[in-house]
Every structure is written in structure tokens, then in C-alpha cells.
């Protein structure tokens, strides 16, 4: 066990989580933590939990530790020291910025993602060596040597895996009346099977090897370059996996998400070492509720409850922000990275980006990045709007925005987390969540809800204003269930209308300015499509629902236009021009695709006895959508 990394992830009594990390160390009779431990102030009584990443995770009450601080709410310790030998490799270093700037492959993420074929400290010395010969000028060919003697080809950690729960024609598919619709979603569902990934035991053996984290269940992938799981396309995974039936699936990766909160302290943004610095929009809790309502698991939700609690206090302690306005002050949260250093995936990206700002920029800037990166938007003009140049990437200002997903989203699992304790019977623990939700609303409706537009928007703590641009994300509240107006739903309607979103006939864009980054317009992206089209159905009102169906429809019919061309489903659609492959961003846009497949399977279950294939009707022109919204609503009209 020498030489092998720990991290304890502590709650104390106040309900506040603190983190250790060290090395295990062999000594004496037996293996001994190497931890710098810091304690807590003197006469306060406090049991702590340490979780202790052996394998599987032990865990260990211990009673008040003298003599030590609490850290404060946003001190948090590195987050790679967590995987701290194969970080010197995967997430920063000498070795890394040579092998990234010299571009040998087309994608950063490839490099990131290889199993070292020996212990990372004589891969570092052989390292050192290399470039010492060389005074730190290696040549590419002598690069791509040394390579090709310490580094496995992408891919060697992971296994395909074939879901036990897999079974034929899931009752879903019943509710299908197009009998091409259902073909379809027979064969999304059969893409589970392709998209099953096991991790290999060795990674548990020989963690300092890989930039893969460990996971003890299987788990379904996006698909494409994305090989290992991530957290928010998770949720919509999830949701098509449920449908599909398969609930021992969904319960593995849950597991894995609340072991790597157990941890971490956190869900990083993807199973990666090199995603450690940053969490994603945090919907762990939802994926519990989601499991629950369909299996009822009572014992797996007490079981974890405290671990859910753990990671919505990460959020608490590490992005919170104030705001006031009117006088009163408000909490909120926001998305913001402490870490500089460009992100090991996208390496020479972000470092050839910072050469075009002041040395003095750069950490700023790639910490920003790493923003965007962690609220999924990466990249979008959500957080260029306002920069020196709206246009540059450069502009990106992520944490200076409070946005208005994250807040609905962590809203809802505190609706939630009210809504589990009251099932355990902690009416206590109930009532705190309550009020954290009304606070929450209470907030939300003073700093990011605007009367006249009739909708939210992300608040610019710069400005001291909100983004009145369009995005899909203004409408989150709806989806969550976070707003106390009864008309909302009403105000929202104009609002589409208003925007002319309900004229693209493809899909929902992701916004309405042409950025060239992937989460802007053309593009459209399914988990946007479901924050809408969920939002709007969910209401009373019969016009909302309609106009949902309608969008539901669009996008149905590019999904399976595309897949009808192609054989496959992708990870974003640009709706520009007919319906086609996305673009744009980073890399070339990916087949899979885990998000997408869930969506069209939440679709089909809700509206398969009205969708069409699109074969026989033809799409309505966009300014006929509004009088075909009208005439399906005239017989509710009408005196009976």
C-alpha cells in the first residue's frame, strides 16, 4: 500500500464538510495515514466521519479532535491531492505542456486519457532525463518515442459491458402509435448495450496509472470522445435508462456518483483526475428522487441521504455569492473555479488562448474557463456578454454571472432533500430544506425574475444587471418548480413568442447569437429541449401544454430525420438548416449519445400516442405555428 493516495471527507456536527488529503504510508505494525490533520477550536464537542479512499472506502467515527481550525467556507484544499501522483502526470507539469503543445494529436483529451505502462515517478525521471539531454527542447520524433515506451494506447482501463437489466421491448414502446417511431425507440434502446462501460480491476489496483477514477459499478457513457461517465448528462441517461427499465443500472451509478461525493466532497465534472478542480450542475439529488419514484428503494435513500446533504453543502460552502438589491441582501449561487492552469483535456487551447492576454490575465482567464466548463455551457456567449470583446473567448467572465439553471436546479434538490427527510421522519432536517427553497425563491424572484420580459435571466454581478439575452436556461424555474407566481407559465408563453422561438421549426436554439462556440446558435441541445418542453407541460394551462408538444414534435422529427440519414444520434443538432450534426466549440460534435437517446425516449413516453415521424406530415411553417396552436385549442374554447 506504499505510496498510495488518501483523502477523508469530514462532516462535523455544525453539518459542514471538511477534507484531508495525504499519502499511506507503510510503517510499524501496520499502514498509517500520513494526514497534515488539522482539528477543531478548543471545547467543542464534535464526532467527525472520515471516509478513507482504500478499496472499497472504509469509513470511521472518531470523537473530538483537539487543537485544529475549521476551514472556512470557500478553503478548499487542491482538489488533485486527491489523485495526487497521476495529477503530476494528467493535470499539470513539464511533461504535460511538452506533450500538449506539441500537439501530437488532434484532440488534447487523447493524451489525458492514457494508461501509463509503468509507475508514474520513473516515468517522470525518465522524463526529466529526456529533457535535461535536450535543455528542455525535445524533438517531436524523440517526444513521440518516449510516448510510445511509457504510455498505453486510450481505451485500455475500460471494458465493454452489457447491462444484466437489459431486457426486449420495455413497455414504453407500447405507447408508440407511429410505427416508425417505434422501430426507432426500439433501437435507441438497444443502444444502452453500446454504450456500457465496466472499469477494468487493475484501476483499482494500480490507480497512480491511470487518469481514470475508479468506479465499482458499471455505467453508461455519452459516447464519442467521452468515454467515461459525466455528471449532468447522467440525469437525462438516467431518465431514458428508467424507461427502458433498467433500475440496477441506474442504482450502479448512482452508487458510483455518492462514492465519489463520499470522496471528493463533491461530483466531479467527469470521471477523471483531471476533472477533480470542478463539479458540473448539480443534480445528484434528482437522480435519487428519479430511482426512487420508480423503485420505491427507501433503504438506498436512507442509506445515502447524508451524502446527498454532503455535496449540496459543497455548493453552500465553495459557490455562494451575495447579492443585494431593494436594500435587502440575497444568496445565491454561481459557478467559479479557484484554479488556474489551463484544463489538461483542452491544454494547448487554453494556453495558446492566454497568449493573447497579459501575463498578469492568464490565471484569471483559465480559471474562468474552468468555470464554464463546470456549468456545462462550454463555451456559450452566456459568459462572454460584456467582456472587452463579446466575440472572443477571451471575454469569458463565467463566475461573474449568477445564473439562473444553477439556482433553479439547486432549488429543486432542496425541495427535495425537504421532501426525503420528511420520509425518513427527520422533520427537523425537513424544515431546514423548506426554508432554503423559500429563501431561495424569495431570491430568485428579486434578482433574476424581470416583470416585463416575463421571464428569469442571469444577473451580471459586475453590472449590477441581468442578461436579457435569450437562452432556453431563462426558463429553468418552470422545469424545477421554483417560482410562486401562478402565471408564470402565462408570462413565459409571450415570452417564447416574443423572442420568436417558437418559429425555429428544428429544435429550440441554444441561443440567438452566432459565436462559433457549440453552445450558441445554431446548435440545439437535448437537455435544453427537455428544460423547456418539461416546463411548459407541467402547467395547467392547455396552451402551454400544446406549444410543448408542438416543440416536442420539432424535435422528434429532426432527431429521427438525422438518424433516418446517418444511423446515429448525436450530442447536439444544428437547427439552421434543416436539421443536421451540430458544430462548432472545441471538437468535432460526437455520436453516441447518452443525453440525447434519454430525451427522445422521455418524448416518445410522454407523447407517442401524437408524435409523428414526419413521413406524411410536413413540418408547419413557422407562421403557421400559432394558428395551429389557436385551432387546436378552439373546441376548449367554444360554449358547449
Not at 402 to 411: E, G, I, S
Not at 530 to 543: F, H, M, N, Q, T
Not at 616 to 635: D, K, V
Amino acid at each position: 500500500m506504499k505510496g498510495r493516495a488518501l483523502t477523508l471527507a469530514v462532516r462535523d456536527s455544525r453539518d459542514r464538510s471538511l477534507h484531508f488529503s495525504g499519502g499511506i504510508q507503510a510503517g510499524g505494525g501496520g499502514e498509517e495515514a500520513g494526514v497534515p490533520m488539522r482539528s477543531f477550536p478548543r471545547g467543542r464537542k464534535t464526532m467527525v466521519r472520515l471516509h478513507f479512499f482504500l478499496s472499497p472506502p472504509h469509513h470511521f467515527n472518531l470523537p473530538f479532535l483537539p487543537d485544529a481550525e475549521v476551514p472556512g467556507p470557500r478553503q478548499q484544499p487542491h482538489a488533485s491531492e486527491a489523485g495526487m501522483v497521476p495529477c503530476q502526470i494528467y493535470c499539470h507539469g513539464e511533461l504535460l505542456h511538452h506533450v500538449q503543445m506539441a500537439k501530437l494529436y488532434q484532440d488534447d483529451k487523447q493524451f489525458v486519457d492514457m494508461p501509463l505502462s509503468s509507475a508514474p515517478d520513473q516515468v517522470l525521471q525518465r522524463f526529466g532525463e529526456l529533457a535535461a539531454a535536450y535543455n528542455h527542447s525535445i524533438p517531436q520524433q524523440q517526444l513521440q518515442a518516449f510516448i510510445q515506451e511509457h504510455f498505453q494506447s486510450v481505451g485500455q482501463e475500460l471494458q465493454s459491458w452489457t447491462p444484466e437489466d437489459w431486457k426486449d421491448s420495455p413497455r414504453f414502446l407500447q405507447k408508440i402509435s407511429d410505427p416508425k417511431l417505434r422501430a426507432w425507440g426500439e433501437q435507441l434502446h438497444q443502444l444502452w448495450k453500446k454504450l456500457g462501460k465496466k472499469v477494468k480491476p487493475e484501476v483499482l489496483s494500480h490507480p497512480e496509472q491511470f487518469s481514470l477514477i475508479y468506479s465499482a459499478h458499471p455505467f453508461i457513457v455519452p459516447g464519442g470522445r467521452f468515454v467515461e461517465f459525466y455528471y449532468w448528462d447522467s440525469y437525462w441517461v438516467m431518465e431514458g435508462l428508467l424507461l427502458s427499465e433498467m433500475p440496477g443500472t441506474v442504482k450502479g451509478m448512482l452508487q458510483n456518483f455518492l462514492d465519489l461525493v463520499r470522496i471528493y466532497g463533491h461530483v466531479p465534472n467527469g470521471a477523471r483526475v483531471y476533472y477533480l478542480q470542478r463539479s458540473q450542475p448539480p443534480l445528484l439529488t434528482l437522480m435519487m428522487d428519479r430511482y426512487l419514484t420508480h423503485t420505491n428503494d427507501t433503504a438506498f435513500l436512507r442509506d445515502n441521504i447524508g451524502t446527498l446533504a454532503l455535496e449540496l453543502d459543497f455548493w453552500t460552502e465553495n459557490r455562494t455569492i451575495s447579492v443585494s438589491s431593494g436594500g435587502k441582501s440575497y444568496v445565491l449561487n454561481h459557478y467559479a473555479v479557484p484554479y488556474g492552469g489551463p484544463r489538461p483535456e483542452s491544454y494547448s487551447k487554453d494556453a495558446e488562448l492566454a497568449d493573447t492576454l497579459p501575463e498578469g490575465d492568464r490565471e484569471a482567464l483559465w480559471a474562468e474557463l474552468k468555470a464554464g466548463a463546470e456549468s456545462g455551457w462550454d463555451f456559450s456567449s452566456r459568459w462572454l456578454v460584456g467582456g472587452p470583446d463579446p466575440t472572443l473567448l477571451s471575454s469569458i467572465r463565467t463566475s461573474k454571472f449568477v445564473p439562473v439553471d444553477l439556482n433553479a436546479f439547486l432549488c429543486q434538490a432542496e425541495e427535495l432533500m425537504s421532501n426525503f427527510y420528511s420520509r425518513l421522519g427527520n422533520d427537523i432536517q425537513a424544515a431546514k430544506y423548506r426554508d432554503l427553497r423559500q429563501q431561495r425563491i424569495a431570491a430568485m424572484r428579486a434578482i433574476l425574475w424581470d416583470e416585463e420580459k416575463g421571464a428569469w435571466f442571469d444577473y451580471d454581478l459586475e453590472k449590477g444587471k441581468k442578461n436579457l439575452e435569450f437562452y432556453p436556461s431563462n426558463l429553468t424555474p418552470l422545469w424545477s418548480g421554483c417560482f410562486s407566481d401562478l402565471d408564470a407559465v402565462d408570462k413565459a408563453l409571450k415570452y417564447l413568442e416574443d423572442s420568436q422561438i417558437l418559429t425555429y421549426q428544428y429544435g429550440i436554439p441554444t441561443s440567438l447569437q452566432n459565436t462559433g462556440q457549440q453552445w450558441d446558435f445554431p446548435n440545439a441541445w437535448a437537455p435544453l429541449q427537455d428544460l423547456v418542453i418539461r416546463g411548459l407541460a407541467k402547467s395547467p394551462s392547455p396552451r402551454a401544454q400544446e406549444v410543448a408538444f408542438q416543440l416536442a414534435q420539432n424535435w422528434i422529427r429532426t432527431n429521427f430525420e438525422v438518424y433516418s440519414q446517418k444511423s446515429a444520434m448525436f450530442e447536439k443538432y444544428d437547427i439552421s438548416n434543416g436539421g443536421q450534426p451540430g458544430g462548432g466549440g472545441e471538437y468535432e460534435v460526437q455520436e453516441g449519445f447518452g443525453w440525447t437517446n434519454g430525451v427522445v425516449l422521455m418524448l416518445l413516453d410522454r407523447y407517442g400516442d401524437r408524435l409523428s415521424s414526419g413521413t406524411q406530415t410536413a413540418f408547419l411553417e413557422p407562421h403557421c405555428l400559432s394558428a395551429a396552436l389557436l385551432l387546436s385549442l378552439l373546441p376548449s374554447l367554444l360554449p358547449q
